[in-house]
């Protein structure tokens, strides 16, 4: 059943609620987009929602959501980076976010060198924690959270070693930045860095 | 779900666009881009089974017209063509043609485009018959595009086409079409392509009952002629052509031609001015001569060229009528006798003031209307030996010229006042030519003659309809109601009366005047209030606002509201309670400066109900001191301190030959004349009339304050020292001086041209002054410019003036109540006022009607001197003053009959004519009369029955002192 | 003579206007969805000779200020230099500001903004031929932009335009009709399910007594709008899915 912002869709009491693309207005639950209605029957409860053509949502970032932002510059006490994507979907126009120094790491707040964490360029997996004037705060405090592609002062894709290190296969140098840890089986390579990250966290 | 109603699906074959190319008034080319929709749904005017259900009000039967028309004897149904419908209008009005037409909008439209009084009065016909109107323009199935190359005309007649052949296969074979052209070639066309078409002509000869049609028959000129026609047309073109609209709207641009409206002289018809601003001022050019006239008619709007300065000719000297034309002894051409024609010789030129002369170079609009008039009597045994039906009319307005028409009926109609019309004035013909529309009446009957004097002047005069009685009150059972009781003031314990002349029945303002202690007193002028009564857009409205003025004539009235109203319920009689717009002042009782003014709408008990002489005797009686008698007595005395200021300030005090008396210009009580004797001037007139000014002006400033953009008010400009030229060269030949700058040492040259042996010279220098005047109009304020100098009254001295006083008669002051009661917050403006265009139309309007109920007043008066002289049954002896010198005749003012009467010079070469000092010389006997001169006159009737009226009689004006012989014979009776 | 002929007699009564239609009749209207890929949401309207784009960008990230609580809404109204007859140059005139912000306080009641904090939504609106009711046709195309983009709105928010002539209420004011003198112009957007009228903008003089007659045309003429915009919605989205 298609339907257009504004149709009635049912009754709101205990039984229906209304999810994703709906609204309530009164006794009643109303559309606000236009698609396909959907809905999602469980035991207790008919959710419904509309799916909207294009099958894409609208979506803005929300605190506690998981984003992968790309560093944009670094100052002396936070990093500034742009939302490229929220989960899976990928955002038209990036987001501006800024990283604390207290907020890179869950231990050893205090000392962090962020240009040892961090450098320009960096795409990192982070956590929405809130909104400051200047965008949304992100924080990469967990094993999950950091650096997951950077490139090497010489350009080339790196590979992570350790919580605090990735090597540029070529050249074989060692850069520190504050490295995700990102389940990966059946790399062998991997398993190891992974046993390692597990001490020092 | 919430639903809507879908688009209709009659709509077919939207989204069609028109375009097509503009020039704008910078010369920039614009395309302009129309969209427009075809419809199916369109009704055919028939009991039809697959046209939709309208209510449309005419329904066309499918028996009609039928066995009345030999050329088509079964029912058929008749559309006329667009030039049928504006050239043949008085066929298709007559009842004899009948009913059952159709008409074709996309024809109306162009009628419409064109020619808007034609419009109008197809319209009127179309009320009154049963004639449908198809739709045409929208219609899906008759709808044509217009080809690229095609003129407008080709295109409408091709729409015409169209819609006719679907007409036809709509409505079966039964029930025919017929399409009436006007020429044959366009009937050609119209049978080339299915459709049965005849010319008008064709088809009014074949009608069974045809006999007044056929004189209504206007034919194309390429037609048959009467065999005089057929001798004019050998004779040379005598006008030069026309220019075509292109070349004349491009002269205009360029300046070298001026349109202006054709105004002919009314005392020489081979003469008419026209007016034009050149550089930024108003001029009046002249233009004189039947050759430089160009078949323009009065009235119409033509492009003049000025001719060089070296051409220039002075304003005409002579009198000149149509009664002088003599025919000549083959009846065929007429002349005017040649000395007549504008011959100057030099020694009459010299120092006379010259004006600018020019020459018609086009028509651009005719504003050919119906003419009254008499059949030009032709020599009985001619008539007797031959059928001629090719006749000249006289119409009774003098400025319009003799017009050749056709008709059969002259033996019926040589007695018979007639309606004419004019349908052409080729180059080739001296005079132009028309058709007979109806009969009026017959000569000299007095009901006739007055039915023409309101059908020349247009006043509307039928009775009230019965839609418009349905609006009035029952007298009888009407009293206040009780809602306006309570929300008026309540003034009917106050001393109030009304003065008014003697006999008046329609008393719209009372006054009163009450002391209140420290050197005030408090004035109250109470208006009866008619907007209670007379509610917008209901059918007594709009009838008074047709009329817009109630028109005196001699012996009758034409009132703007019935006479329910005007004398009863309006009307403030004596002890009874009635509804008034008041204006009450404070007033300083030394200085009468106005401290403080208010409107309010009032409910009032008037005491007494007084005349001019009767209040008059209240002031003076020493034994009077009752409240209204003193109330009287206080305003008596705060008028002449008012009067005082505002002659001061400039304010003219005029005369004019309806009154002769002393009357003030845009006079508040001298309105209603009715009676020919002259009017002694008290106190009390001059009483009354200034609180109506002062009235008026307070309103006046009122609205201007408030409501700037929709104030109806009234102006008198002030008129170029071009205007004034005749008077002051009059006075100057009798040593006076005239300064004519402004209205204050106008009024002080005027006061000052007194002559002790002449009581009379000063009444005559303020009637010519009157005449040099321009007239006072009415505006709306939002569409005039300046207010500062535009506003002017010149005449009463005040910057800014309207009209409040007498909702009774006229009805700009109908309008000015109700948007003095939208500014005092008592009703809601109706929304026809709340546009300063719409205000600006009604204004215009009311100026048109009320010039012509002025002329009308005039003609009325003269019209009834003509009876008293016929009544007294023989020849008057009268006292006058000569108003005017002219080169053939002498303008003599009778005041006692407040007429002007012309007496003509029997022999020019008699006479020696002097330009400049305004004098003529009777050689003959060696005696010199001046202008302002006082003579003895003898007036008779003489009957002109030998020459070209049968049966009516002129006024013959003789010189008794100085005596000057004369060979007219003068009739007894 | 002109002066002579009194208001009422000059109109003849017709049921037609210049253009064909009957005095309630709205013009042929034609809308597409999605026109332009780049946008979010975009969307063409026809209503009789006046077109006008749509274009919707967000919610996005804002340029300046944010607001806590909900999505910024900018509207910019644009009238093409080549829209009218005449061409004309100016771009941020008095009017074109003042639809800007009209339109902008509109879809600020409309839209869900509250599900979009710190955010802001772009609305571009373009009129790219102008014949009348120019107004009313932008507000349908944002609306059918927004819906197009998918940002969660109140219902399809629709406008018409109704005028009072020759004491007639008319439906749909074309140029013609608008420029001729005097005529009152009276443009209302609503959400027709609450029949909540969103915006009320008028030019020119009602009469009181007028005004209720002028704005039931106006309603009117929304509903017929309403239900072309409506199947327009529906079709996109049925062809979307297939």
């Not at chain 2, 009372?510 to 209030?529: F, K, P, Q, R, S």
């Not at chain 2, 005797?617 to 005395?637: E, F, H, P, W, Y």
């Not at chain 2, 004797?677 to 304050?705: C, G, H, P, R």
């Amino acid at each position: 059943m298609f339907c257009v912002p504004g149709d009635r869709l049912c009754v709101a009491d205990d039984k229906n609620l209304g999810g994703r693309g709906t609204f309530l207005k009164g006794s009643y639950i109303y559309a606000a987009l236009a698609g396909k209605v959907n809905i999602i029957e469980n035991k207790d409860e008919n959710i419904f929602e509309v799916m909207p053509h294009g099958n894409f949502v609208r979506k803005i970032p929300q605190v506690g959501d998981v984003v992968t932002c790309q560093v944009e510059k670094i100052v002396s006490n936070q990093c500034k980076c742009l939302i490229k994507c929220i989960a899976d979907s990928v955002l038209k126009q990036p987001f501006k976010a800024i990283i604390r120094k207290e907020d890179v790491r869950a231990t050893d707040k205090d000392n962090v060198e962020l240009y040892t964490c961090f450098r320009p360029g960096d795409i990192i997996l982070a956590k929405i924690i809130g909104l400051s004037e200047s965008g949304y705060l992100l924080s990469t405090a967990s094993n999950e959270f950091g650096v997951v592609i950077a490139r090497s002062e010489n350009g080339v894709l790196m590979v992570p070693v350790s919580w605090t290190e990735m090597m540029c296969p070529e050249f074989k140098v060692k850069e520190t930045r504050k490295v995700a840890r990102i389940a990966i089986e059946s790399d062998s390579n991997a398993s190891t860095s992974s046993k390692q990250s597990n001490n020092n966290f | 779900m919430f639903s809507g109603e879908p688009l209709t699906s009659s709509m077919t074959k939207a989204g069609n666009v028109r375009s097509f190319y503009l020039k704008t008034k910078r010369g920039a080319i614009v395309k302009i881009v129309r969209e427009y929709y075809l419809r199916n749904d369109i009704p055919c005017g028939l009991e039809c089974s697959t046209c939709p259900i309208t209510d449309c009000s005419t329904k066309l039967s499918r028996k009609s017209r039928a066995q009345i028309n030999k050329l088509i004897p079964k029912a058929h149904l008749i559309v006329p063509d667009v030039n049928v419908l504006n050239n043949q209008l008085d066929v298709i009005e007559s009842s004899t043609f009948g009913d059952e037409l159709i008409l074709l909008k996309t024809d109306l439209n162009e009628i419409r485009s064109t020619n808007l009084s034609l419009f109008k009065r197809l319209m009127d016909v179309k009320g009154k018959k049963n004639i449908f109107l198809f739709e045409n323009q929208f219609n899906e199935h008759t709808y044509v595009e217009r080809l690229p190359k095609e003129t407008r005309e080709q295109y409408i007649f091709r729409l015409a086409i169209s819609a006719i052949k679907w007409y036809q296969n709509h409505i079966g074979k039964k029930l025919q079409i017929v399409l009436l052209v006007n020429d044959s070639s366009t009937k050609a066309k119209a049978t080339a392509e299915g459709l049965t078409c005849f010319t008008l002509v064709e088809y009014v000869e074949n009608l069974h009952d045809n006999v007044e049609l056929l004189d209504k028959v206007v034919r194309p000129p390429d037609e048959k002629m009467e065999v005089d026609q057929a001798i004019e047309k050998a004779a040379k073109f005598l006008y030069p052509e026309h220019l075509p609209l292109a070349i004349i709207q491009k002269g205009i641009k360029e300046g070298k031609y001026y349109q202006a409206k054709f105004a002919t002289n009314r005392d020489n018809y081979l003469e008419g001015s026209v007016h034009i601003t050149m550089n930024g001022e108003a001029v009046r050019v002249l233009i004189s001569g039947r050759e430089n006239m160009n078949r323009a008619v009065n009235d119409d709007i033509v492009a003049i060229e000025i001719a060089p300065k070296e051409e220039w000719k002075s304003k005409s000297d002579f009198v000149l009528t149509a009664d002088l034309i003599t025919e000549d002894k083959d009846e065929k051409e007429l002349e005017e006798p040649s000395e007549l024609e504008n011959k100057k010789d030099k020694k009459s030129e010299e120092g006379v003031i010259k004006r600018p002369t020019g020459k018609v170079v086009g028509i651009i609009k005719r504003n050919w209307r119906q003419y009254c008039g008499i059949i030009r009597e032709r020599d009985a045994c001619i008539m007797k030996n031959t059928i001629i039906t090719s006749h000249f009319f006289v119409p009774i307005d003098k400025r319009i010229p003799m017009i050749r028409i056709e008709t059969r009926q002259y033996d019926s109609l040589k007695s018979q006042r007639i309606l004419v019309a004019i349908d052409n004035w080729p180059r080739d013909s001296k005079f132009p030519r028309g058709h007979y529309v109806r009969a009026l009446g017959p000569i000299g009957d007095k009901a006739t003659e007055n039915e023409i004097l309101l059908l020349e002047h247009d006043i509307p005069h039928l009775q009230f309809t019965k839609s418009v009685m349905n609006c009035l009150p029952d007298p009888d059972k009407w009293s206040i109601p009780p809602e306006e009781l309570s929300k008026r003031l309540d003034f009917r314990d106050k001393p109030i009366c009304s003065v008014d002349p003697p006999g008046c029945t329609d008393i719209d303002d009372a006054l009163h005047c009450i002391d209140l202690g420290n050197g005030t007193y408090e004035v109250g002028v109470h208006i009866a209030d008619v907007s209670a009564f007379v509610k917008p857009n209901t059918p007594l409205d709009q009838e008074a606002a047709n009329r817009s003025t109630t028109v005196y004539l001699v012996d009758n009235r034409i009132d703007m509201i019935p006479t329910v109203l005007s004398s009863n319920l309006c009307s403030l009689m004596e002890n009874r309670e009635r509804q008034t717009f008041s204006v009450i002042w404070k007033l300083n009782a030394k200085t009468a400066e106005v401290i403080d003014t208010r409107f309010a709408k009032s409910v009032i008990k008037s005491r007494a109900a007084l005349t001019y002489a009767e209040a008059q005797l209240r002031i003076d009686s020493k034994d009077s001191k009752d409240d209204v008698t003193q109330g009287l007595r206080r305003l008596n005395a705060l008028a002449k301190k008012l009067k005082k200021k505002r002659i001061d300030k400039g304010a003219l005090v005029l005369a004019s030959l309806g009154e002769i008396k002393f009357i003030e210009v845009d006079s508040e009580t001298a309105d209603n004349v009715t009676k020919i004797e002259s009017k002694q001037l008290q106190d009390t007139n001059s009483m009354v009339e200034e609180f109506m000014l002062l009235a008026n002006i307070s309103v006046a400033e009122k609205l201007y304050q408030e409501v700037p953009q929709l104030a109806l008010l009234r102006h008198h400009p002030k008129p170029s020292a071009a205007n004034f030229d005749e008077l002051v060269q009059a006075c100057k030949s009798h040593g006076f001086d005239i300064d004519v700058q402004d209205g204050k040492s106008l009024a002080k040259s005027l006061d000052g041209a007194k002559d002790p042996k002449n009581s009379y010279l000063n009444l005559m220098i303020r009637m010519i002054t009157t005449r040099c005047m321009t007239q006072a109009q009415y505006f709306c304020s939002g569409k005039m410019a300046d207010p500062e100098n535009n506003f002017l009254h010149f005449g009463l001295a005040t910057p800014i003036y309207t009209h409040f006083t007498s909702p009774i008669r006229r009805y700009a002051d109908l309008i000015v109540h109700r948007l003095l009661s939208h500014v005092i917050g008592d009703t809601n403006l109706d929304p026809v006022l709340t546009s300063s265009e719409k205000i600006q139309t009604l204004c215009e309007n009311i100026n048109y009607r009320h010039h012509q109920a002025q002329l009308a007043s005039r003609a009325s008066i003269k019209l009834h001197t003509l009876i008293y002289i016929k009544s007294v049954k023989k020849p008057l002896t009268e006292e006058g003053y000569i108003l005017f010198v002219r080169k053939n005749a002498l303008q003599i003012l009778v005041p006692r009959l407040a007429f002007e009467a012309t007496y003509f010079f029997e022999s020019l070469t008699d006479w020696e004519y002097d330009g400049l000092t305004c004098t003529v010389k009777y050689l003959k006997k060696d005696i010199t009369l001046r202008q302002f001169d006082p003579v003895k006159i003898k007036l008779s009737l003489i009957d002109k029955s030998t020459e070209f009226r049968k049966g009516v009689e002129v006024i013959d004006v003789q010189l008794i002192k100085p005596l000057i012989e004369s060979n007219v014979k003068a009739i007894s009776t | 003579m002109e002066s002579r002929i009194l208001l009422e007699s000059t109109s003849v009564k017709t049921p037609f206007r210049i253009d064909g239609r009957k005095p309630h009749e709205v013009r042929s209207l034609t809308c597409r969805l999605g026109v332009f890929q780049q946008a979010d949401g975009s969307s063409y309207v026809k209503l009789g000779n006046t077109q006008v784009l749509a274009t919707v960008y967000g919610p996005h990230d804002t340029r300046g200020k944010s607001n806590p609580e909900k999505s910024i809404i900018n509207c910019k109204f644009r009238l093409s230099t080549f829209s009218k007859s005449t061409r004309r140059n100016l771009h941020r005139d008095i009017r074109s500001i003042e639809i800007s912000n009209n339109l902008t306080q509109v879809f600020d009641s409309a839209i869900l903004t509250e599900l979009y904090p710190h955010s802001q939504i772009d609305i571009y609106l373009e009129v790219v031929q102008s014949d009348g009711s120019d107004y009313a046709a932008c507000i349908n195309a944002a609306s059918l932009a927004i819906i197009d983009a998918g940002i969660p709105i109140k219902d399809v928010v629709c406008a018409c335009s109704a005028g009072f002539i020759d004491n007639q209420p008319i439906t749909d004011i074309n140029a013609v009709e608008e420029s001729s003198n005097g005529t009152p112009i009276l443009t209302i957007g609503m959400l027709p399910k609450d029949k909540q009228i969103l915006s009320m903008e008028s030019s020119g003089g009602i009469h009181l007594d007028n005004l209720n007659d002028v704005m039931d045309a106006a309603i009117e003429g929304c509903k017929s709008v309403l239900f072309i915009m409506k199947q327009t919605i529906l079709n996109h989205i049925q062809e979307l899915k297939d």
